[in-house]
């Protein structure tokens, strides 16, 4: 289990009237940036819950766009971040959404960018915290407070032991793992939480190995960045 700090409790600095559409909304929207990538051209939020009820009384909008335009909760410019992407020729769109079983505090984007679309469902769990739990489709379940790498592979023996021996030949420690699948022998997601930066060359290794579709390394979540 993980454990829970002082910051987690009080919240961070930011900008908005709760931390939870606020903090918590930008940095869904950083994580998101992370996974689609910085050329983006046109997202869609869909907003469940308290965040559909009320996302523009409490600047979860604004909040849910600056992330996407990697803004931080603090950062001044979050008030104005729906001008500032209409001003970047981002194309953005809010729809109101039952999502199921979640959290009260949730979204799901549709990210649309150069290189294709993207999606990623998470919610504000209070305090700025937040939870990932689907990423294109994928089911997961991480914080974006560590490393974070996402592998997408085929359900087949050997997979998860090659990809820990890389991760444990570059002294890489793994704080959280997970694994997941829908059906015996289909498709598979591994999600690792690690101690120390991933560089380029271990996520080359990673996605030589057979059985792996696809790899997405997330940068840790931190003020200032």
Do not use: C, W
């Not at 992407?85 to 729809?95: S, V």
């Not at 997970?178 to 991933?198: L, S």
């Amino acid at each position: 289990m993980k454990s829970v700090g002082v910051f987690d409790i009080l919240g961070p600095i930011m900008v908005g009237p709760s931390s939870s559409h606020t903090a918590g909304a930008a940095r869904l929207g950083k994580v998101a940036r992370a996974v689609a990538g910085a050329d983006i051209e046109d997202v869609t939020f869909y907003l469940h819950g308290s965040f559909a009820k009320t996302y523009k009384g409490h600047g979860t909008d604004r909040a849910l766009v600056a992330g996407i335009l990697g803004m931080e909760p603090s950062d001044l410019r979050l008030r104005d971040s729906l001008e500032i992407a209409k001003e970047k020729g981002l194309k953005i769109r809010f729809r109101e959404a039952d999502l199921g079983d979640v959290h009260p505090n949730t979204v799901k984007f549709v990210i649309k960018g150069k290189e294709g679309t993207y999606e990623l469902i998470g919610s504000s769990i209070g305090g700025g915290s937040i939870e990932v739990t689907s990423v294109n489709g994928n089911s997961v379940n991480f914080t974006g407070t560590y490393p974070t790498i996402i592998i997408s592979n085929k359900d087949v023996p050997g997979v998860v032991s090659k990809v820990t021996s890389i991760l444990y030949d570059n002294d890489i420690n793994i704080a959280f793992m997970k694994v997941f699948r829908n059906q015996k022998g289909r498709d598979a997601t591994m999600v690792f939480e690690v101690d120390h930066e991933v560089t380029s060359e271990i996520i080359g290794s990673v996605k030589a190995i057979e059985g792996i579709n696809k790899v997405i390394k997330i940068n840790p979540i931190k003020e200032g960045e």
